[in-house]
């Protein structure tokens, strides 16, 4: 049986009727990522992403979008019982899709994007578009993004190690460039197995490039993990 919910300092989050759970890649996103006075989450799921960014951004008000309408619907619930209720809003659709009421641009996008390209799927249809990129592919996600992110702002996502090349390629083919890379290593002897991303729409002077590891041995975080969500764990 699934945790049903996860326990933070600040907020819960509740995932039982989520396809994606709360998981290491999307506390690392919302840990890493900068903010602004507008953020928007592209794929909030439970809402973890937008929540983080609402507690490490007291003046930010985000807005968590998904097209899975359970996870709207629980990611709400989850907002609207945390100290940021006033600051996060959820709607459900598909972003490529999304319609505000006015023109607004965010100075922060986050997403932790489907991510499975050429494997086979998963039997469950919920589970499955939430992680294949044929639901949401990286050009798609690049076209919405230079849509609505402001002309200073800064777009942050997650993605496996095998998919840097392809999503460079669609960045760059959207006026996008690179402004931080953080490669994320497991465990010290292993390769990195993800990339923490950020780009800009305007060429940067240095690309600040880093390296994390999540874990000093099995079950005992690094001094870097512990740092980064130090204000998220309890």
Known sequence: MSIQYFQFRKFTIFQDRCAMKVGTDGTLLGA?????????????????????????????????????????MQASQNAEA?????????????????????????????????YFQDSLKNPDLRRSKARHTDTLSYDDLFRVVSGFLSEDGEFSLIIPFDCRENLIISAMHYGFFISRVCAVQTTRKKQPRRYLMAFRKHLVESVEESVGVIEDAPNIRSEWYRNLTSDFYL
Not at 50 to 67: K, N, T, W
Not at 88 to 110: A, N, T
Request: charged share 20%; net charge negative.
């Open 82 to 114: 945390s100290p940021y209720a006033n600051r996060v809003s959820i709607e459900c659709c598909d972003v490529r899709y999304l319609c505000l009421h006015e023109r607004i641009f965010f100075d922060s996008i986050v997403s932790n994007p489907p």
């Open 32 to 72: 890493w990522a900068r903010g602004g006075k507008r953020i928007l989450d592209i794929g909030t799921g439970t809402g973890l992403v937008a929540l983080m960014m609402a507690q490490r951004f007291p003046e930010a008000s985000v807005l968590g979008v998904d097209i899975d309408a359970d996870a709207c």
